[in-house]
């Protein structure tokens, strides 16, 4: 099970994520939310803040439950993806 993760770059600097994850009999959840850059003192890094997640996704606990897991997927796919451009 790997996510779809897409970004998208906002006008303000800020990064749109949109997450999609097909569980176990095709059950899906979607949710989307902002990277957004701030300075750490040695350089800029990203924190995701959730938007909106689908209430009619397969589980509307599942960020409650793995919210770490999903944050730390979309910034390693965001830092890979930054590397490779």
């Known amino acids: ?11 303000l600097g800020r990064i749109e994520v949109v997450f999609t994850l097909v569980r176990e009999h095709d059950s899906e ?5 902002t990277l957004v850059p701030y300075h750490s003192g040695r350089a800029v ?3 995701f803040e959730i938007g909106w997640v689908d ?3 397969a589980d509307g606990e599942y960020w409650d439950d793995h919210w770490e897991q999903i944050e730390e997927d979309i910034l390693k796919a965001f830092y890979n993806q930054k590397q490779a451009i």
């Open 55 to 57: 209430p009619h996704s």
């Open 1 to 11: 099970m790997h996510p779809t993760i897409e970004f998208t770059q906002s006008d």
């Open 29 to 33: 959840v979607y949710l989307d939310g």
């Open 45 to 47: 890094e990203h924190s």
